[in-house]
């Protein structure tokens, strides 16, 4: 899809990948909506997007809550129109240091479901009605290694990854026909403070830099017109175990 | 007729009465049924505006209703005194007398100031928020509920207010029409080679509570018709194929956009008035609400199908329990739908005919289904 004039909406954009592929979209002239739990961690994000010309506006949602997630929504079509490509950013690690499952309450769990699984699903489905009225619109989930891998300690983030790898597939088989495409990207491990925040003591010379997994991501966007339900890696192996 | 007290969760349980002008009947169904009264070739026409949260609290006593965003982005609104949602309009205390320049404050960061009076009543304002972007709209959303109705169990949250399909929050309340569709419906009917269309209309509000006020709806309301939608339209056209507008708003966007001959894309106002005598250029069929004569809504129908017919059908809903208002059954009028010699009127039936009535109606949908 044509990136530029796009009306875009991004979670999690406050840092890391998220903010990265704001101003990779924003230099490629998407309009843009840039979600965050903390709107004022989004200021010298927006800044630095308008700062280049492009159209952005800064939105803060918790994707746990369903309040918010319908505000969000109403409130990003209203500053750019109906939403034509939505990239599901925002994760949830659930409490750091990771733990072993028989360590992992319930609670927590449920708390990285709610942001990394049933948040993206909501928002999804408030938006991509519009995306099937009108045959167009693309759905990107960010994955990880961790939702095909069985790493000890990573459980609730891998299975709600696991989970969201699954709900992109099923969104594609049901919205193919309508024009709408939804695929995950699992972006490999990133000097971003979540990686740092599950693996403290990661070489960041080994880890890819989130400026230049944005520009592959804005490179898949551009071609996605042949995909639909894939889980794409954009590195060859994990490091977690 | 009664009103329905909640949003409904499911689709089975909602009806679809069916009126057709040209055999001069109407017939029982169920939403579920609607694809079976669609052709290849037509094209079924939604409204795609999301439904703003417009009801602002400007103090204890003091409700703002939005009822249309200018082109300068200055609202207009309606202010009502104390009181609450849960009596009628108007039983409203009288509101705060406002002088241009009066601040108003809504809570969550969000103030505006008056920037006008209307000369005809107080309760019409016109305001301008003093935040943009996003933090207009961030505020906006936390600061207002919307705009809620005496006849509901429970006070309607966002998502209660939201067709399947809706976009930009334009409308002020829901357009109601389009609540019943469901996707399972809808690809039901891309499925039989119709097109499906969005059109944007920011519906205002159905009611003030003043009775001079209302005789002033509907205020000139803004629409928009792209430029695809257009095409999609006349392609329709093109091919023989029926419009069907889902909602009075719909209807009047697109009798708006065609008052030249031709459909023209594009975003425009409108306050076209509809009714008995007025000749439609674009649309061929109506899914609506069931309302009762006396009501605008009401006049709107008599441009697809006689006065009679409708108050004959309306009668018959009535007694058959059929729901209305934002979460009620449907309607659909439209010509061509009823076979003349098996329709299932039921014109002042018995309760004993209703019964062969619905059976009819039921084996009516059959052989469509088969004719189809």
């Not at chain 1, 599950?198 to 890819?208: E, V, Y």
Request: aromatic residues 4%.
């Amino acid at each position: 899809m044509e990136i530029s004039g796009t009306a875009t909406l991004i979670t999690g954009a406050s840092r890391g990948l998220g903010a990265a592929l704001a101003l990779e979209l924003g230099r490629l002239g998407a309009r843009l909506v840039l979600a965050s739990r903390n709107r004022a961690a989004l200021e010298p994000v927006l800044r630095r997007v308008c700062a280049t010309g492009a159209e952005a506006h800064a939105l803060e949602a918790d994707l746990g809550s369903k309040d918010d997630i319908y505000s969000l929504a109403g409130a990003a079509t209203a500053l750019i129109g109906p939403i034509d490509l939505l990239i599901h950013n925002a994760s949830e690690l659930g409490p750091t240091p990771l733990r072993l499952l028989l360590d992992t309450e319930c609670e927590d769990l449920e708390r990285v479901l709610a942001v990394n699984l049933l948040g993206p699903f909501r928002l999804t489905r408030v938006i991509a009605g519009s995306m099937a009225l009108r045959e167009r619109g693309t759905i990107i989930h960010l994955s990880s290694d961790a939702s095909v891998n069985a790493y000890s300690h990573w459980g609730a983030y891998s299975v709600s990854k696991a989970a969201l790898d699954h709900l992109s597939r099923l969104w594609a088989a049901e919205l193919a026909e309508r024009g709408v495409r939804s695929f995950s990207v699992d972006p490999g491990e990133m000097d971003t403070q979540m990686h740092a925040a599950a693996l403290p003591d990661a070489d960041p010379k080994t880890l890819s830099r989130p400026e230049d997994v944005a520009a592959r991501i804005a490179d898949l966007i551009r071609s996605s017109a042949t995909l639909n339900g894939e889980r794409i890696a954009l590195h060859s192996s994990g490091a977690k175990s | 007729m009664r009103p329905a007290s909640a949003p409904r969760s499911r689709a089975d349980e909602e009806r679809l009465l069916v009126i057709d002008p040209l055999a001069d009947r109407f017939g029982d169904y169920r939403i579920s049924e609607l694809p079976e009264f669609l052709l290849r070739g037509d094209a079924l026409v939604l409204n795609d505006a999301a439904t703003l949260p417009a009801s602002l609290r400007a103090g204890p006593e003091h409700e703002l209703r939005l009822m249309s965003e200018l082109d300068d982005g200055t609202w207009l609104a309606l202010s009502l005194g104390s009181g609450d949602h849960r009596m009628p309009t108007e039983a409203r205390g009288a509101p705060p007398v406002l002088a241009v320049g009066a601040e108003l404050s809504f809570g969550h960061g969000l103030t505006a100031r008056v920037r006008a009076v209307d000369p005809g009543s107080p309760r019409l304002l016109y305001i301008e928020f003093r935040q943009r972007g996003g933090e207009l709209w961030q505020a906006l959303y936390r600061a207002a509920s919307p705009i809620q109705y005496a006849y509901l169990r429970a006070p309607l949250e966002l998502w209660d207010v939201q067709n399947a399909y809706a976009a930009r929050p334009w409308a002020v309340e829901l357009p109601s029409a389009g609540k019943p569709l469901r996707f399972e419906t809808l690809f039901r009917i891309v499925a039989r080679g119709v097109r499906l269309v969005a059109v944007t209309h920011a519906a205002g509000l159905s009611s003030t509570g003043d009775a001079g006020l209302d005789a002033r709806l509907p205020v000139a309301e803004r629409y928009e018709l792209g430029e695809e939608s257009a095409a999609r339209l006349r392609a329709a056209q093109a091919q023989g194929g029926r419009i069907v507008a889902v909602g009075t708003s719909v209807t009047r966007a697109l009798e708006a956009a065609s008052v030249s001959g031709t459909l023209r894309a594009g975003v425009r106002r409108t306050d076209l008035l509809l009714g008995a005598g007025s000749v439609l250029r674009t649309c061929a069929g109506l899914l609506t609400g069931l309302h009762e004569p006396g009501t605008s809504h009401f006049a709107l129908l008599e441009a697809y199908a006689s006065r009679a017919l409708l108050e004959r059908s309306l009668r018959h809903a009535r007694r058959r329990g059929y729901l209305q208002h934002e979460f009620g059954d449907s309607c659909l009028i439209l010509g061509g739908s009823l076979d003349v010699t098996n329709a299932s009127d039921a014109t002042d039936a018995t309760d004993a005919t209703n019964a062969t009535n619905a059976t009819n109606a039921r084996l009516l949908s059959s052989e469509w289904r088969q004719a189809g």
